[in-house]
């Protein structure tokens, strides 16, 4: 798991938002980017980097036009509830700090 800074996003009043990055536990591992909105950019303070973890989440997506007139959907993994499982597992993670 890795982790990038809180941002603001817009003017008054802001948004805070914080994105990480996870490793799924399956046959094919695949790294899938979350965020967290508001109040839970705090979630992450207690959480050991690298360490397993169980989530809770949304799905959200929004209609995007990009410059050729086309529509777009942009999907959002929207993370409220991490709870640490294991701060020491024995799998290897790939060092992915920064997004």
């Known amino acids: 798991m890795g982790f990038g800074p809180t941002i603001e996003v817009g ?3 802001s948004i805070k ?3 990480f990055l996870v490793q ?3 046959q094919f591992p695949q790294m899938l980017t979350f965020t967290l909105l508001q ?5 992450l303070d207690e959480i050991t980097l690298r360490s397993e973890i169980e989530l809770t989440f949304k799905i959200t997506g929004k ?3 990009n410059k050729q007139d086309r529509i777009l959907y942009i999907s959002n993994l929207v993370c409220f509830k991490i709870e640490e499982i ?3 597992p024995t799998g290897k ?3 992915f700090l920064n997004l």
């Open 39 to 43: 109040q839970n950019v705090t979630l």
């Open 24 to 26: 799924s536990c399956e």
């Open 17 to 19: 938002k914080k994105e």
């Open 11 to 13: 003017s008054f009043p």
């Open 63 to 65: 209609p995007w036009k």
């Open 86 to 88: 294991d701060a020491h």
């Open 93 to 95: 993670f790939p060092n």
